[in-house]
Each structure stands twice: as structure tokens, then as C-alpha cells.
């Protein structure tokens, strides 16, 4: 329980809802920001507008997973109104309060260290990018099986990069029967791949194993998928950057060459909304409740 724990939600999409009910639930006092339209409001959470007194006593404020953009704005999909997270804000927020988003971007981390406010990036734990690796596979394969004419069963596949995400999406592609290689950067690495069945790779030879893949998984946030990779690929094969915008694809050579190019960041959100909510629901209950701890608070165990 979180009992008197002050959580201010700024924005989002359904993922927030799920967020939004767990604090609720643990009795957390929720204030929603940029919830014009949001019908069923649990009890213990209320509305307000982006106004700065309503970052008095707020022991967290929570944005979308996105963030801010480089204006400040914070996305809702459940108002018509613009929302900007400025100074004026973040200045009436108390020393021991914390943002968390899922990313932050050179704004928002400087507007909050000047004002000595923590940024929490979830997507930088473990935990987070562990668990979104699920749904992010399960979009990977959705993607591949939309716009590929073959089965995944004995297709060819790369997949770039072995950390959280790369090695979730290629156990998953290997347990459909599909011949992974797995481009990796460190020989702990190549080694996991190894043990796993995989065949394993240095991305430093990936112009070399390029020639016969049918499907190339990108996970890599650097250019990786150069025209000198592409070049070497055949023309029916179908790339899925992962990587976060703008991701690890020379596009607009892929584009010359007629091989279809998809950046598709994201994919918790987009496929399994209400998973990757609870993702975020339980990670951030458990942060509350460290901090709640921390400063003396009374958090009864559920």
C-alpha cells in the first residue's frame, strides 16, 4: 500500500491506465494531468489541469513513456488540449520528488538538474527492458509474418544485437523453427548465442553474412544496416529496425534498392497495450515503495 504517496500522471496512452489502477489500488493519492476525456476514473485518483501549484507535495510525477519532446510537450490521447512541462513546474516540485518516464531527452534532463529533481529512465532497467522484450518479439514476429511470403519455419534470419531484446526475439524465432544467425559485439555474447543453438556472428562481418538472409531484425541504435550491408542483401529480404528513431537503417538506400524497410519502435505500446502497462504498473508500485521507505512512510506489504 502507498497511503498518502503523492503521484502526479502527466499525459499517455492506454498504457497509462493500467499504471493509473495499480497506484489506485495501493491507495496512492493520483492526480491526472491531460485526462479531458477519461470516463471511469478510479477511486483515489482525480483530475486537474497542468498547473504549477499542482506539483506542491508531490512525492513522484510520472510522463508518458516517451516523455517530453524538445519543446516540453507531453502527448495525451485522452485530451484536445497541448501540455508543456516547463520550469515553472518542475521548480515547485519538492527535493525528494522524482520524474519517470521512460526515456528523457537533453531538455528534460537539464530543466530537471537545475532544479537538483532525479529523471528515473525505466527503459534503462533491467527489469523494464527484460519484460517489454516480450511483446516487442511477438510485434518483431507479427511485422516479419505480415509482409514476408514465406513461413518463419526454415526462413533466414539475422538478428542484430544479442542484449535484452535481441536474444528474447531470437529464441523466439529459433523455437519456430526459423535458421538464426545472431550479429553480436562482445564474445560473452557470441558465447550465450552459441550455448542457445544459435549461429553467432560479429557485426564487424555483417557485409559478409548478409547474402541469404530473408528477414534482418534490427535491435542496434547506431547505423548498422548501412548500403554497404544492404547491397549485399537479396532483394526479397524485408528489414525490422527496432531501435529507437531513427533507428540502425539506411532507409533511404534500402528504398533505392526496392527492399522493404520498417522502423518500428515501440511495439509494446502498439501491440499489447494493456501488457506493457502492467509492465510499467508493477515496476513503478515497487519504486514507490521504495521511496515511500526511504522517507519514513508507513507501506504495508500486499
Do not use: W
Request: hydrophobic share 45%; charged share 25%.
Amino acid at each position: 500500500m502507498l497511503t498518502g504517496f503523492r503521484v502526479l500522471i502527466i499525459g499517455g496512452d492506454a498504457r497509462m491506465l493500467e499504471v493509473i489502477r495499480e497506484l489506485a489500488d495501493r491507495d496512492a493519492a493520483v492526480t491526472l494531468i491531460g485526462y479531458d476525456s477519461l470516463q471511469d476514473v478510479p477511486e483515489g485518483a482525480a483530475k486537474a489541469g497542468l498547473a504549477p501549484e499542482a506539483f506542491d507535495g508531490a512525492d513522484a510525477v510520472v510522463l508518458p513513456p516517451v516523455g517530453t519532446d524538445e519543446k516540453g510537450r507531453v502527448e495525451s490521447i485522452f485530451t484536445d488540449r497541448e501540455l508543456v512541462l516547463a520550469e515553472q513546474h518542475i521548480e515547485r516540485m519538492p527535493k525528494h520528488a522524482k520524474i519517470y518516464a521512460g526515456m528523457a531527452n537533453a531538455r528534460l534532463l537539464d530543466l530537471c538538474s537545475r532544479h537538483g529533481i532525479e529523471v528515473v529512465r525505466l527503459f534503462e532497467l533491467d527489469e523494464v527492458a527484460i519484460y517489454n522484450s516480450i511483446p516487442t518479439a511477438e510485434g518483431a514476429l507479427m511485422l516479419a509474418i505480415q509482409n514476408t511470403d514465406i513461413t518463419i519455419h526454415g526462413s533466414r534470419v539475422l538478428v542484430l544485437g544479442f542484449g535484452r531484446t535481441g536474444m528474447t526475439l531470437a529464441r523466439l524465432l529459433a523455437a519456430l523453427g526459423a535458421k538464426v544467425k545472431t550479429g553480436v559485439s562482445r564474445p560473452d555474447q557470441f558465447a550465450r548465442a552459441f550455448e542457445m543453438g544459435l549461429s553467432p556472428f560479429y557485426t564487424t562481418d555483417l557485409v559478409r553474412e548478409a547474402g541469404d538472409a530473408d528477414i534482418v531484425f534490427n535491435t542496434v541504435p547506431a547505423l548498422i544496416v548501412n548500403a554497404r550491408v544492404i547491397a549485399e542483401l537479396p532483394r526479397r529480404a524485408v528489414i525490422i529496425d527496432l531501435a529507437s528513431r531513427p533507428g540502425g537503417t539506411d532507409f533511404r538506400f534500402a528504398e533505392k534498392r526496392g527492399i522493404k524497410a520498417i522502423l518500428a519502435p515501440g511495439l509494446p505500446g502498439i501491440v499489447a497495450p494493456r501488457t506493457a502497462g502492467r509492465i510499467m504498473a508493477g515496476v513503478l508500485g515497487r519504486l514507490f515503495s521504495e521511496e515511500a521507505r526511504k522517507r519514513g512512510m508507513h507501506v504495508e506489504l500486499e
